[in-house]
């Protein structure tokens, strides 16, 4: 074939093939052929692995058109051995040829292999509808992709943050749910048009209300900056969407990280899987524990939010709601500002305290440890809380005051600090009383849990049991 | 690829439509039915062109309804294997990214983009060169090829690739 031998670069074909070999096996560019040297520029369109591109900028471009000449004249002959083509088309051929062989099929859209565009019946893998309709990821490429997301955002020192909507970041009630009592909410309903300064939206086209928690936006606008967010909700997807059009107007907080009951793998849980981040930087905020049965670690509970008055009855509280009351939770000290601080605390412990390399650090840990310094130094004694013969330290209250730090006990004694119980007038109360302890009611241990931090003894009194 | 074909369809009449107009309301009912949507032979009909021929109807048995086949010219997308189109890029993210041609969605993998381009998340995710020259974002124009199709009743799913010769960004929103 002329236009070989007439290209000076292109010494002999067998010497070609050796060059073109050691590349493709990874070798290594030095030494490996004494041809290498002045075969340099050749090396830059072989192996993208090869990071010598900015000393062959120049080569590149000539070898590159020249490649490119040689390509458009050989269309005839791509059944040639390699003997007689160019050196570029070898590694193309074989380049492909390789890739048919062990395709790994990573993904499929629309039920076709994202890499040879084979088609692909299989079900393995997770889809992710909520990106982009038809995306289906196999268990291989989301490891890959999870842990260059994770490099990936560690270098912007991020963590992921998964947030639930209903109760957690906003509570919303049908309109033929509303009582006589909210009546007026229908008039004071904030704008559509601009949503960025309102919290009260009424939807008419879905038939719906809805409050966003208050501190929402600044908590978002704050969160942002140290996590990547997701929202995650059990509600279906046309209403996680407008949800998202509500939180998140101008789409910088969310994009398309929407996740709704629709995309997940299972029903009436929530799962790690569909989220692409590494389950060791994961915070989750949701004001339900059972959703989250297999990430527990990675939970923040939240305290539910009860505007409406629907909400209160699912819950089965008889108490008026905040809308019936004309109030609502105090933006500076509710619960997503005292969340946000917590979050601010273990991103500052993971990314500025931790020894270990970023890595290998784990965000779970981090919230055992700063969990643990809630009730640090507290021996904790129950009374009246546990039915009779319930196993003591299987009890909710129990794990709950261990994992906030404090040690819990059957028996009193003098290292005791606080007894907790639902009547004054039991025996260890009065011993409590007595011995100048702290007598407090088991919703100090739920305040403790939510506001992550110890709170006043005196705001929980105990008082003396109505008998029959 | 586009092409101007023919193609056979019975359209069913309710009488209501019959009279003076019945021509017009066949040919507006068949617009109405055939534009938009897509099959797994001949791809998206875009648009009608012309009627050939409508033939003689056929009452039904049982009903009113009468059955009329046309025969109509009308052009029609679809795309091939091998194929290069050109597209504008909907949505970046790090699997890849998800492209437009008319009816057609291209999905194309990060595995098939030039491995000297890597993700840049943030409020514009986009894949940008090491040197920053190209970049490839929302509302990008790219030049791919096709490598994979499938058609379903309304939607036309497509992999492709821009990791060859010639392909990739052809107009950059930002600049131009």
Known sequence: MSFVTDSPIH?????????LLDAELEVGSSGSSPDEQDDED???????????????????????????????????DLEEPEGSTSQGLIEEKIEV???????????????MCILCGQRLDDESGVTFGYIHKGLRLGNDEIIRLRSTDMKNLLRHKKLYLVLDLDHTLLNSTQLMHLTPEEEYLKGQSDSLHDVSKGSLFMLDFMHMMTKLRPFVHAFLKEASEMFEMYIYTMGDRPYALEMAKLLDPKREYFSGRVISRDDGTQKHQKGLDVVLGQESAVVILDDTENAWMKHKDNLILMERYHFFALSCHQFGYNCKSLSQLKNDESESDGALASVLKVLRQIHHIFFDELDSNLASRDVRQVLKTVRKEVLKGCKIVFSRVFPTKFQADSHLLWKMAEHLGASCSTETDSSVTHVVSTDSGTEKSRWAVKEKKLLVHPRWIEAANFLWQKQPEENFPVSQAKNQ | ?????????NMQLHPRHFGRNLRENLVSKLMKDVEGTCSGR??????ITGIENIGKGLIRDGTGFVTFPVKYQCVVFRPFKGEIL????????????FAEAGPVQIFVSNHLIPDDMEFQSGDMPNYTTSDGSVKIQKDSEVRLKIIGTRVDATEIFCIGTIKDDFLGVINDPTTA
């Open chain 1, 11 to 19: 010494s002999s074909s067998s010497d070609d093939f050796a060059a």
């Open chain 1, 42 to 76: 050749e090396e830059a369109d072989v192996d993208a692995n090869n990071n010598d591109d900015d000393d062959d900028d120049n080569d590149d471009d000539l070898d590159s058109r020249r490649n490119k000449r040689c390509r458009t004249e050989k269309l005839e």
């Open chain 1, 97 to 111: 040829s390789l890739k048919e062989d062990i395709c790994t099929h990573p993904g499929s859209f629309g039920q």
């Open chain 2, 1 to 9: 690829m586009f092409f101007h074909i023919v193609l056979e369809r």
């Open chain 2, 42 to 47: 001949h791809g998206f009909v875009v648009a």
């Open chain 2, 86 to 97: 050109e597209a504008a890029v909907t949505m970046v993210n790090k699997m890849g990214f």
